[in-house]
């Protein structure tokens, strides 16, 4: 991790990087021809985005474990390799496709996965929205029915993530905050915007959505010894 330590969001609880151009324009185009040369059975449509699961689908009693296309394989490797899950080795990747106007509601990525996330940005930039946990129980209904209201006194902050752009979430932020993405077709870069440093807009810019490919690659350590499939 010590090559990402320039790009550390000081303004964030622990620990979040923000990583500008981590990939080529060419990787970019390369991974969306991919994405979008998978067959439509591999599409998941949900009500607000649909996805793609690579090396598996998560479970709580094991993930029965798919080798990962080469195409993933290699970024994965190169996140593996800068040591970003310590000693473990990405075996799963997550495809979102988000259209203009399209989110998700605030969330946390849960025990499944070892406590950390990588996640690479193709396509249209993206507002990422950081929130506190409930405090307590009896606020739990708010949290089921995504109260927007309640959303708002939790707000934190928020990143801008950039086309071709790695995002690296880790410790406290993990654990113990949501993140989600608001649904609307702009965005305003205002001083909410704590990674702003590291990006090519501005304050005050208005930017358009456009449509947005994330990869989110990240280990599940539990897999049963059973596997699917080979690479191609």
């Known amino acids: 991790m010590e090559k990402f330590q320039e790009y550390l969001i000081q303004e964030l609880p622990p620990t979040a990087y923000y990583v500008p151009d981590f990939i080529s324009s060419e990787q970019a185009q390369y991974l969306m021809q991919k994405i979008y040369d998978a067959p439509k059975p591999k599409w998941t449509k949900l009500s607000h985005r649909r996805l793609q699961n690579w090396g598996g689908i998560p479970h709580p009693k094991g993930m029965i474990q798919e080798a990962l296309p080469n195409w993933l394989e290699a970024p994965a490797q190169k996140l593996s ?53 409930l405090e307590n129980s009896n606020d739990s209904k708010d949290n089921e029915d995504g109260d927007a209201t309640n959303f708002k006194k939790r707000y934190l902050a928020s990143l801008l993530l950039e086309p071709r752009s790695l995002l690296i979430l880790k410790n406290d932020l993990y654990t113990n905050y ?52 080979k690479k191609k």
């Open 178 to 229: 949501l993140h989600g993405i608001q649904e609307r077709t702009t965005d305003v870069v205002d001083e909410k915007v704590v990674n702003i440093k590291f990006c090519q807009s501005k304050l005050g810019d208005v930017l358009t959505r456009k449509t947005r490919i994330s990869l989110t690659i990240r280990h599940v350590p539990k897999v049963l010894k059973v596997q699917l499939f």
């Open 81 to 133: 390799e800068h040591g970003i899950f310590g000693s473990k080795i990405p075996n799963h990747v997550l495809v979102n496709e988000y259209q203009p106007g399209e989110g998700i509601m605030p969330h946390e990525d849960g025990p499944l996965f070892y406590p950390t996330i990588a996640t690479i940005n193709l396509g249209s930039h993206i507002f990422l929205d950081f929130y506190h946990h």
